[in-house]
C-alpha cells in the first residue's frame, strides 16, 4: 500500500508512512509470537550467533513486539523501514545491507528467513542465501520458485536444525 500511494501521491507518503506505523504498534497489543520463534532465536544465541530483525514493518513497532514478547534481548537490532522511504522496503536489499554492516558480516556469512516471495529477491539482491517460512499453505511452492535455498513450515525445525548443528 505505502509503494502504491509513493507512486501515485508521493506528497502522501509521510501522512500514510506515520499512519501505518501507528496502526503497527497497535497490532503488536494483538500479535502473538510465531510459534517456535523464541526457541529458533535461543538456538541462535546459543550457538553464537547473532540475528538482526529485518521488516518492511516500522522499526519502533518491530521493538515494541521485541520487547512485549520478552525477545529483544535475542535480537542484536532492528531494521524496519526507512519512515517516509517506501523504496527502502524489500525487495529492496537496502535494509539487509544495513544490518549486514552493523554486524560487521560479509552476505556470505548470513542467511535471511522470510515467508515471502519479495524477501527471497531481497536476500539474493544483497547477495546472501534464503530460507522461506512457508507460514501458510500454498507458500513453500512459490518461496521455492524464488530461490530459497531451503524451505520450512514451522519454526521449530529451525530450531531443532540450529540445535543439531551445534551437536
Known amino acids: 500500500m505505502l509503494r502504491r500511494i509513493a507512486d501515485e501521491r508521493e506528497d502522501l507518503v509521510p ?3 506515520e499512519t501505518l506505523a501507528r496502526l503497527e ?3 503488536v497489543d494483538r500479535a502473538q509470537p510465531t510459534p517456535g520463534a523464541r526457541a529458533f532465536l535461543e538456538e541462535c544465541q546459543a550457538s553464537g550467533r547473532s540475528v538482526w530483525m529485518v521488516s518492511n514493518n516500522a ?3 518491530i521493538e515494541r513486539y521485541l520487547a512485549a514478547h ?10 524496519g523501514r526507512v519512515s517516509g522511504h517506501p ?3 524489500k525487495p529492496s536489499p537496502q535494509l539487509l545491507s544495513a544490518a549486514m554492516a552493523a554486524a560487521a558480516a560479509k552476505p556470505g556469512d548470513c542467511v535471511f528467513v522470510g515467508d515471502a516471495v519479495r524477501d527471497v529477491e531481497a536476500a539474493h539482491a544483497a547477495g546472501m542465501e534464503a530460507i522461506g517460512y512457508a507460514n501458510k499453505p500454498g507458500k513453500g511452492a512459490a518461496l521455492t520458485k524464488a ?3 531451503a524451505v ?9 536444525a540450529m540445535a543439531n548443528g551445534r551437536t
Open 59 to 61: 522499526t519502533v513497532a
Open 147 to 149: 530461490g530459497a535455498v
Open 25 to 27: 504498534m497497535e497490532a
Open 15 to 17: 501522512l500514510a508512512d
Open 87 to 89: 523504496e527502502s522496503m
Open 152 to 160: 520450512v513450515t514451522s519454526m521449530d525445525s529451525l530450531a531443532r
Open 70 to 79: 520478552g525477545l529483544d534481548r535475542l535480537v542484536a537490532g532492528q531494521f
